[in-house]
């Protein structure tokens, strides 16, 4: 009840804007509730997991780089096959 209260019932905001506004108020609420849960029950610090994260993103973008020279290489490879091709097929004509 005491929500309902501080929150107002749907006919005081008009309708169903009155519910929009109570979801997304619970909805913000949940978050920060559940945000200081996760800071509280974190098993580094926050250096540690920021430095982690940092650690993860550099792995994750030297592999996206490999990945990029392979698809390079492969285009290459495909554009070399393409261009023998008609080649070929000029010559035959």
């Known amino acids: 009840m005491y929500w309902r209260c501080a929150i107002g019932s749907a006919e005081n905001y008009g309708g169903s804007e009155?519910?929009?506004?109570?979801f997304l108020l619970g909805f913000v609420m949940g978050g920060l509730v559940g945000m200081g849960i996760g800071m509280l029950q974190a098993p580094h610090s926050g250096e540690e997991t920021w430095q982690m994260i940092e650690d993860r993103v550099r792995r994750l973008e030297e592999q996206a780089?490999?990945?990029?020279?392979?698809?390079?290489?492969?285009?290459?490879?495909?554009q070399e096959k393409v261009e023998q091709t008609v080649k070929e097929g000029s010559e035959k004509a």
């Open 65 to 78: 780089d490999e990945m990029g020279d392979r698809l390079s290489e492969g285009v290459e490879q495909v």
């Open 18 to 22: 009155g519910r929009t506004g109570a």
